[in-house]
């Protein structure tokens, strides 16, 4: 009787201690939002003030005026906002992808959308004078892209042709894993020099292939007789 109180006891103390880290999380978050609440209330007092200001006294054409500006305001505040979420998304997934978090710690961009990569130090440096290589541009662009489509309401269809033509071996697969298959709808246009159908990398990606199909051109281009077949495979292999 001793041992089976001793066992649920241990267990209690274990839940105990689990609740309490959990309640000090949550008063963390509490704490936080409740400073986000307050910033927010400071920006809506300004707000208001800027639209309050403008009705005193003031002509229809100067009230409207009154409003662009406060729109304006609001609509900086959001660019600002949105830039530092693609920051994020594209820091996230090109660091991953690249493998380069031994050298930086983020990617950004200013306001006037140029790339700057943080060093782990804390440096700033111009993504051009780092990463000049077309696939290191097309990897950044992929996941500016992708980070785009996340903040959207709607998700629709990433499409994609000659994904992998000028990616290095070394991130092919990532970009297949973290941007081509990673969860949504993808339509890829590929010849059987990127992926080849006799290749491990076709073996490790048709799992997650729903439907493919093959252009297969008969007869001289520019003929009368030229016309193109639709196979449902991959140039000869089934999924």
């Not at 609740?19 to 008063?27: A, N, Q, S, Y």
């Not at 709808?185 to 076709?202: C, K, R, V």
């Not at 252009?215 to 495979?233: C, H, I, M, W």
Request: hydrophobic share 35%.
């Amino acid at each position: 009787m001793t041992f089976f109180w001793g066992k649920r006891r241990g267990r209690l103390l274990q839940r105990k201690e689990t609740i309490e880290k959990r309640l000090e999380e949550l008063t963390a978050e509490g704490s936080t939002l409740a400073d986000k609440l307050v910033e927010l209330k400071r920006e809506e007092t300004v707000l208001s003030d800027i639209v309050r200001k403008g009705k005193e006294g003031k002509t229809i054409t100067t009230l409207a005026q009154s409003y662009r500006d406060a729109v304006s305001e609001i609509r900086n505040r959001a660019s600002v906002l949105l830039r530092g979420k693609l920051s994020d998304f594209v820091s996230e997934m090109w660091l991953d992808i690249a493998d380069r978090r031994h050298e930086f710690s983020q990617v950004q961009f200013d306001a006037q959308w140029k790339c700057w990569l943080v060093r782990r130090d804390g440096n700033k440096v111009a993504w051009d004078e780092t990463n000049p290589s077309a696939g290191q541009r097309q990897v950044r662009l992929l996941a500016f892209t992708e980070a785009l489509r996340k903040l959207a309401r709607l998700t629709p269809p990433l499409v994609v042709d000659t994904p992998l033509g000028r990616l290095d071996k070394e991130v092919r697969e990532s970009v297949l894993d973290g941007i081509y298959f990673g969860g949504h709808q993808s339509i890829i246009l590929a010849t059987n020099a990127e992926i080849d159908p006799d290749g491990p990398l076709f073996d490790r990606v048709k799992k997650q292939l729903a439907r493919v199909y093959t252009l297969k051109p008969f007869g001289e281009a520019g003929s009368s007789d030229y016309r193109v077949t639709v196979q449902n495979n991959y140039f000869g292999r089934t999924v």
